[in-house]
């Protein structure tokens, strides 16, 4: 017997004009006392913030925009007593992975009953999807994770207009991010048929539409078509095992601060390597995708693709330091050792 562990998001509104539809979603579900969550660099460097608030107009109780790369332990905490204080029944999460990772956090501790959560994504991270969320440690540089579907958004509103002021890097690096999640779920111990079927259909999109942004940033034709990718890349995210690629990449990010989507850029490939090595026929599924003819082809092209985005594809590239690269080879699991020296300069 097989599982489908399907999406928390009960209803996803897509296309432009999708945020338009935030203040009637917010009421058709009985929402009346909405935080508003966020970054610092949306609520200083653009007036997105602020149509939201608008938008959200005598529902508005309070926003926090102190939700930082990687979701501090710190900054949950906080917002989990503005919860309280506000006596809030709704939430929106309005930003990238970390912002709505903090926002599932926090409700998760306040106790997600009676607190709705929308989210309205700017990158293509793909947590919007998922029931887990990690919080990271501010004195240990650890990170840890928890899963719960009843604080993760019912609600998702994927509008291209509001992820054009989102930089380049993080646009495109969230979108290998994507890339991550569907390659990695085709060989997910659960082999979810349905998993595979969106997974395959998303790696041929997110690679002609990231290359569509890369050439335009303007162009929300080819943001639109990344965000339906990256929605189908991480539908199966709430019943598949993720392997080495996401495993490293978390540890990589919380101890030195290296985006999550640059940590994809940078294990993607090294563990396509790997995965050959082990079981050639796991990689099979990937060749039409990728659009070459055999399994040792794949890893070759998702490196020039990620390359040709103007992205790192070493950890020296992504700025770990020297010394560091050590360190870090020490602390990863010995079995991927393999896949942590392929990513090393040469």
Known sequence: MQLHQASPARRVLFGRGALGELAAEVDRSGGSGVVLVTSATLRSATTLVDAVEAMLAGR???????????????AVRQLQDL??????????SFGGGSVIDGAKAAIHARGPEGILHLAVPTTLSGAEFTPTAGVTDTETGLKRGLRDAAAAPAIVLLDPDVTAATPERLWLSSGIRALDHAVESL???EDDPLTHLLAQEAIPRLRSSLLDCHADGADLEARRRAQLAAWWAAM????STMGPSHQLGRLLG??????HGITSCVFLPPTIEWQLGRQPE???PLLDPFDVRSPGEVAPACRRFI???????????AGLERGALSRFLEMAPEEWHRIVRAAMPG
Request: with cysteine.
């Open 83 to 92: 919860l309280e204080q506000t006596d809030a029944d709704c939430v929106v």
């Open 187 to 189: 060989w997910a111990p």
């Open 282 to 284: 796991l990689l099979q």
């Open 307 to 317: 390359a040709g985005l103007g992205l790192p594809t070493d950890l020296r590239e």
């Open 236 to 239: 199966g995210l709430a019943g």
């Open 254 to 259: 919380a101890t030195f601060g290296i985006p």
């Open 60 to 74: 508005h109780r309070a926003t926090f925009s102190q939700v930082r790369e990687h979701t501090p332990a710190t």
